[in-house]
């Protein structure tokens, strides 16, 4: 095996020992000892890859992204117009509910950390960012299409975050409260109404 690919699967041992450690023990009590002995691998190779716990994290923060990502683009290649690429990503909740399984509730933890963690700020003031981005890229499109008409793109970005944000939170805490489905598509619908209709 050469050398690079010695080096990415280690890196992959070292992430799936990690996630798995978040995710039965919490971060508190994981550690780095703690990860190097259930990948099978020196302190010295961790610290070749990541250079602290935090990173570790990060870097499993940018995979599930990824993976979610993935399934955006999807969406967006299949729907004829942005309300319809929204309608598909509010009715495909569960599907995100279900790949993500034990992550949402790692990324709650991590979340909490980010106050004390610089690592685990940084990529969450990222991800925050990266999906603005993403929610102010697809208005504009609709803008551009002729099927929204939103007169503050930036701020409304923020808002479709937030709702998008708070219902996933809320399904997280309390999934069997409400039809989580069900209500993401009715609150992005109503979104939807309200920027073709001049009104944000």
């Given at each position: 095996?050469?050398?690079q ?8 041992h ?31 190779a961790?610290?070749?890859?990541f ?11 940018d995979?599930?992204?990824n ?8 969406m ?9 690429q ?19 509730n ?11 963690d ?17 929610f ?19 701020g409304?970005s ?19 409260g ?23």
């Amino acid at each position: 095996m050469k050398q690079q690919e010695r080096s990415q699967e280690t890196r992959s041992h070292i992430l799936a020992a990690a996630e798995q450690s978040f995710a039965e023990r919490g971060y508190d009590i994981t550690s780095v000892d703690s990860i190097c002995r259930a990948a099978g691998v020196s302190k010295g190779a961790f610290y070749h890859h990541f250079p602290s716990k935090g990173a570790v994290f990060a870097a499993l923060l940018d995979e599930w992204l990824n993976n979610l990502d993935t399934q955006l683009a999807a969406m967006r290649a299949s729907a004829a117009s942005i309300p319809l690429q929204v309608a598909a990503m509010a009715s495909s909740v569960d599907g995100i509910y279900r790949v993500a399984g034990a992550q949402w509730n790692i990324l709650l933890e991590f979340w909490a950390k980010a106050k004390v963690d610089p690592a685990v700020a940084r990529s969450s003031i990222e991800m925050l960012r990266r999906y603005q981005g993403y929610f102010r890229e697809l208005l504009e499109r609709g803008q551009r299409e002729g099927s929204l008409h939103v007169a503050d793109i930036d701020g409304a970005s923020v808002l479709f975050l937030s709702v998008v944000l708070g219902l996933l939170l809320q399904g997280i805490l309390d999934p069997e409260g409400q039809d989580w489905r069900t209500r993401m598509q009715q609150s992005l619908s109503m979104l939807m109404t309200m920027m073709a209709g001049r009104n944000v």
